[in-house]
């Protein structure tokens, strides 16, 4: 059972913004732990997509933005494409585990 | 470039043990932090441990403690993950990740290895 709480699917039209809360508590994200993203293609090993809230690897495109407030974070796609088509995880440290832990994922699916 | 190449699927019976490989190349070992990650079938990440460099030692889930042993030849660059006492909910997909110093993201994944257990 995680302790970060993602909305289990979002959808949207080519073109369109979607955006994907990741919900934790003053263990986790309110304690000001960072806050990463990872993209999941079918039958692929995760990919970062955001560390630190709201930063991008190379190669990760700027349609992908992330962001945290309080004991939640955020990512945004925009310009939905075909190939955003995925799984999704937010990830971040909590002290009471003493350990780091996944959002529950979100499936977005592309209209 | 950073590259983790994992070993082949396993199969295994209830109360056996599994050991999973994870080698490195592009970089040696003692320069990354290495973790693992599970995915049951059809549900979510999982991390399960790892190296912390802040300690200099290797942090284990709550969940995993007694079960799981972590280690690392620095020889062959390579990182393994055994766990015991295995059970049907051990069947998934187990990750290596390496996690960078100046951030706790996991930035480089092995292709994963398939764990079946299975009487």
């Known amino acids: 059972q995680s302790v970060l709480t993602q909305p289990p699917s979002v959808s949207g039209a080519p073109g369109q913004r979607v955006t994907i809360s990741c919900t934790g508590s003053?263990?986790?994200?309110?304690?000001?732990?960072?806050v990463h993203w990872y993209q999941q293609l079918p039958g692929t090993a995760p990919k970062l997509l955001i560390y630190?809230?709201?930063n991008r690897p190379s190669g990760v495109p700027d349609r992908f933005s992330g962001s945290k407030s309080g004991t939640s974070a955020s990512l945004a796609i925009s310009g939905l494409q075909a190939e955003d088509e995925a799984d999704y995880y937010c990830?971040?440290?909590?002290?009471?585990?003493?350990?780091?832990?996944f959002g529950t994922g979100t499936k977005v699916t592309v209209l | 470039q950073v590259q983790l190449v994992q070993s082949g699927a396993e199969v295994k019976k209830p109360g056996a043990s599994v050991k999973v490989s994870c080698k490195v190349s592009?970089?040696?070992?003692?320069?990354?932090?290495m973790h693992w990650v599970r995915q049951a079938p059809g549900k979510g990440l999982e991390w399960m441990g790892g190296?912390?460099?802040?300690?200099?030692?290797?942090i284990y889930a709550q969940k995993f403690q007694g079960r799981v042993t972590m280690t690392e030849d620095t020889s062959t660059d390579t990182a393994y993950m055994e766990l015991s006492s295995l059970r049907s909910e051990d069947t998934a997909v187990y990750y290596c990740?390496?996690?960078?110093?100046?951030?706790?993201?996991?930035?480089?994944w092995g292709q994963g290895t398939m764990v079946t257990v299975s009487s």
């Open positions: 003053s263990s986790n994200i309110g304690a000001g732990y960072d």
């Open positions: 990830q971040s440290y909590d002290s009471s585990l003493s350990g780091y832990v």
């Open positions: 190296f912390d460099p802040e300690d200099g030692e290797t």
């Open positions: 990740a390496t996690r960078p110093s100046w951030n706790d993201a996991f930035d480089i």
């Open positions: 592009g970089y040696t070992l003692t320069e990354l932090s």
């Open positions: 630190g809230n709201s």
